[in-house]
């Protein structure tokens, strides 16, 4: 996990350098064990090393591909939001056999994608700590999940210094030379072009 990160930011350091202010500090255990307690769920080894590299960001960038990563304390608010309205909207319910609920006791946020969030799966089983998607307007979604914290931000690594994809996402350098992460073959982001990131 910190070997992930450590490689996100080498590559970051060498060619989005303005970016890497945006990292945020790293959580204390104290605010990691708080945010636990409060919850009532123990954080997975993965989100805690995370964390204890990086409490999020300090503003909003696109760092990582799918949603921007989430402070402690934006994990224990996202959570108690969705606990709140799930009973409202039947949100704990499935409805179909394969399909996933709106949300789950048992999922944690990792990151913010405006239109959803990123959560790691921590009912037992097979599927235990994967990280899949819950829509603010749909039911969760894990067909595409990654199998592991780890998995997915080693994959971005791997993409930053090969110039390859994280699962359908590839990354840019916009025209400020901040990152972006966007679908194969786009050139431009609000009519200002894109480039390919540069490898290693």
Do not use: C, K
């Not at 179909?96 to 949300?103: L, Y």
């Not at 080693?154 to 990354?171: H, I, K, M, R």
């Amino acid at each position: 996990m910190t070997e992930a990160w450590v490689r996100i930011e080498d590559w970051m350091r060498r060619h989005a350098s303005a970016s890497t202010s945006v990292l945020a500090r790293p959580a204390a255990q104290e605010s990691i064990a708080a945010a636990e307690a409060e919850l009532g769920l123990p954080f997975p080894a993965e989100l805690a090393e995370s964390l204890r590299r990086h409490d999020g960001l300090t503003e909003w960038a696109n760092i990582l591909p799918e949603a921007a990563p989430l402070s402690v304390v934006g994990i224990v608010e996202y959570r108690q939001m969705r606990m709140e309205i799930a009973p409202d909207v039947d949100g704990f319910a499935r409805h179909g056999a394969e399909a996933e609920p709106w949300w789950h006791e048992r999922w944690l946020p990792f990151g913010d994608g405006g239109s959803g969030l990123q959560v790691i799966d921590l009912r037992p089983g097979s599927g235990f700590g994967r990280v899949g998607w819950a829509p603010t307007s749909n039911p969760a979604d894990f067909s595409d999940s990654w199998p592991s914290l780890e998995a997915y931000l080693t994959t971005v690594a791997d993409a930053l210094e090969t110039g390859g994809a994280a699962g359908v996402w590839y990354p840019y350098l916009t025209i400020d030379g901040a990152p972006w992460w966007g679908l194969g073959g786009e050139a431009e982001l609000n009519g200002e072009p894109l480039r390919a990131a540069p490898q290693r």
